[in-house]
């Protein structure tokens, strides 16, 4: 059984569209994240957000906004896609605490043409 | 504000060979720090963490990373490698009032074992 899942694995869409990325965990975590891994295999942290915070990383901009309609979902919504968004996104959950590793989904994708 | 340096973006090991991946953090306070390793179109996967306590911690699959705060490094080790250890692997800190903050990630290492 999956721990974290994204959906889709792969989404290629053009420049100005909106696209939604789905997680979801079944390990009972309060806390979830998304992070933006680039070409260059760097990872940075995009969001976090348990049922009290959104905590957001100021570089990210505000066309991407993350939704959670529940503890255990978070999705992660983009408008007006640009070339520079084509990255692969993943999705994290951990309990709230800093102390606990993160648990990470498989990662989306995204090919912007 | 935190960060994490991997120095060397590739290490190459025989198999069989003692290896080493480095990494040094800068935060202020006493430092959360964490292995994690990502095989190819995965998600990343936790080796071991270091919260407090012995400096030597030991994780998954025979790995082991010593805390050394005098040189604020948390490099990884195995005493022998093994083919399938071949991976990208990334050092994160986070520090304890992080709370609900994502973990600062270093730029990874390309760790390549060669049979």
């Known amino acids: 059984d999956t721990a974290v899942s994204q959906t889709p694995k792969y989404l290629v869409t053009q420049m100005g569209n909106d696209k939604s990325i789905k997680c979801e965990q079944n390990?009972?975590?309060?806390?979830m994240y998304w992070y933006k891994q680039d070409s260059k295999k760097f990872l940075k942290i995009m969001f976090s957000?348990?049922?009290?915070?959104?905590?957001i990383n100021e570089t990210v901009p505000n066309r991407f906004s993350p939704k959670s309609p529940d503890k255990a979902h978070l999705n992660l919504h983009i408008n007006s896609l640009e070339l520079g968004d084509s990255a692969v996104y993943f999705c994290?959950?951990?309990?709230?605490?800093?102390?606990?590793?993160?648990?990470f989904g498989d990662g989306t994708r995204l090919s912007i043409l | 504000a935190q960060s994490v340096a991997q120095p060397e973006d590739q290490v190459n090991v025989a198999e069989g060979n003692p290896l080493t991946v480095k990494c040094t953090y800068s935060?202020?306070?006493?430092?959360?720090l964490f292995w994690y390793v990502q095989y190819p179109n995965r998600g990343l996967q936790f080796l071991l963490k270091?919260?407090?306590?012995?400096?030597l911690v030991k994780g998954s699959y025979g790995f082991e990373a010593e805390f050394n705060k005098s040189q604020t490094s948390f490099h990884l080790k195995k005493p022998s490698a093994l083919v399938s250890d071949s991976a990208l692997y990334f050092c994160?800190?986070?520090?304890?009032?992080?709370?609900?903050?994502?973990?600062?990630f270093g730029k990874g290492t390309h760790l390549i074992i060669q049979p």
């Open positions: 270091y919260i407090t306590g012995d400096n």
């Open positions: 935060v202020s306070g006493n430092p959360y």
């Open positions: 957000y348990n049922n009290k915070e959104l905590i």
């Open positions: 390990l009972g975590h309060d806390t």
């Open positions: 994290a959950s951990s309990h709230g605490t800093a102390n606990q590793p993160q648990h």
């Open positions: 994160a800190v986070r520090e304890p009032g992080g709370g609900a903050d994502g973990l600062t």
